[in-house]
């Protein structure tokens, strides 16, 4: 077993692990590491793990120390210069008349490489804007051509929820999500009531996925013939995560609901009596 300590280079970022060497390192430190020979600095968001040496790559660096005042003010500097790269690069974009869209500048901590996330339609020629970019800020030029999940992961909002975007608050890589889900979790299958601002399926749907399979384990499916302390009837609705159950009587009108603990332990005791 090998411990490591986990960085994100950016909030809700993946997750790289390097080792501590003989330094301890707590949660939120402010971390210089080397990846991939250029200086980043990263934040820790997993303090220490053990892994099997086969589940990791096969170099592992070793993070460099934490990270010093000064090196905190070349950051905010950098941070400060890609902004205006990010303005600089949008108007060459404009001049050029390519079809695209910059969407975040960013430098590595040593300033060896500035690299600038862009979307499109399709692919793009930007060899000529790579050269415009290179004479103006004078060091290696990547561009990067995202999708659109990772742009709504960049730029960051509030969701249909009124909550921050998870994708840009903490979770760390995406995952797959399919309309099966949504069908499970009984909700409309409107696109525009189950797609999130980049226009994909909500995020949440997957990691909230687990606790409806669990909850429908569980509670009776639709249709079924129960017993209840008001007598037997059809469940006719659920609410999986509140456990309430939506049973149509004989001779009444509307269903009654039943909160599914209460209701079960009581068809349990009755079951023991018989």
Same mark, same amino acid.
């Given at each position: 077993?090998?411990?490591?300590?986990?960085?994100?280079?950016?909030?809700?970022?993946?997750?790289?692990?390097?080792?501590?060497?003989?330094?301890?390192?707590?949660?939120?430190?402010?971390?210089?590491?080397?990846?991939?020979?250029?200086?980043?600095?990263?934040?820790?968001?997993?303090?220490?793990?053990?892994?099997?040496?086969?589940?990791?790559?096969?170099?592992?660096?070793?993070?460099?120390?934490?990270?010093?005042?000064?090196?905190?003010?070349?950051?905010?500097?950098?941070?400060?210069?890609?902004?205006?790269?990010?303005?600089?690069?949008?108007?060459?974009?404009?001049?050029?008349?390519? *079809?695209? @869209?910059? +969407?975040?500048?960013?430098?590595?901590?040593? &300033?060896?490489?500035?690299?600038? $996330? %862009?979307?499109? /339609?399709?692919?793009?020629?930007?060899?000529?804007?790579?050269?415009?970019?290179?004479?103006?800020?004078?060091?290696?030029?990547?561009?990067?051509?995202?999708?659109?999940?990772? *742009?709504? @992961?960049? +730029?960051?909002?509030?969701?249909?929820?009124? &909550?921050?975007?998870?994708?840009? $608050? %903490?979770?760390? /890589?995406?995952?797959?999500?399919?309309?099966?889900?949504?069908?499970?979790?009984?909700?409309?299958?409107?696109?525009?009531?189950?797609?999130?601002?980049?226009?994909?399926?909500?995020?949440?749907?997957?990691?909230?996925?687990?606790?409806?399979?669990?909850?429908?384990?569980?509670?009776?499916? %639709?249709?079924?013939?129960?017993?209840?302390?008001?007598?037997?009837?059809?469940?006719?609705?659920?609410?999986?995560?509140?456990?309430?159950?939506?049973?149509?009587?004989?001779?009444?009108?509307?269903?009654?609901?039943?909160?599914?603990?209460?209701?079960?332990?009581?068809?349990?005791?009755?079951?023991?009596?018989?």
């Amino acid at each position: 077993m090998v411990e490591v300590v986990g960085v994100r280079y950016r909030d809700a970022g993946h997750i790289y692990y390097f080792t501590p060497g003989d330094s301890e390192y707590g949660y939120n430190d402010k971390v210089l590491v080397e990846s991939q020979q250029t200086l980043h600095i990263a934040t820790v968001a997993v303090p220490k793990k053990e892994f099997d040496l086969e589940d990791l790559p096969e170099t592992v660096n070793r993070i460099l120390h934490k990270v010093t005042p000064a090196e905190l003010k070349i950051s905010k500097k950098n941070q400060d210069d890609a902004l205006r790269a990010f303005t600089i690069a949008k108007e060459k974009v404009k001049a050029r008349q390519l *079809e695209m @869209k910059i +969407i975040r500048a960013a430098y590595t901590f040593d &300033r060896s490489k500035l690299t600038f $996330s %862009f979307t499109a /339609d399709g692919r793009i020629d930007f060899r000529e804007l790579v050269k415009d970019l290179a004479a103006v800020f004078r060091t290696r030029i990547e561009l990067q051509q995202i999708g659109v999940r990772d *742009e709504a @992961k960049m +730029i960051g909002s509030i969701g249909p929820c009124g &909550r921050p975007l998870c994708c840009s $608050s %903490f979770l760390g /890589d995406f995952v797959p999500v399919s309309i099966k889900m949504a069908k499970e979790q009984g909700l409309s299958l409107n696109p525009a009531k189950i797609s999130g601002l980049c226009g994909r399926l909500m995020c949440c749907l997957q990691y909230e996925s687990e606790a409806y399979e669990e909850a429908k384990k569980e509670l009776p499916d %639709f249709g079924t013939m129960i017993e209840t302390p008001d007598g037997k009837g059809k469940v006719v609705g659920l609410n999986l995560l509140s456990r309430i159950v939506s049973v149509r009587l004989k001779g009444l009108e509307n269903p009654v609901e039943y909160e599914w603990d209460e209701l079960k332990n009581a068809i349990e005791v009755g079951e023991m009596n018989g």
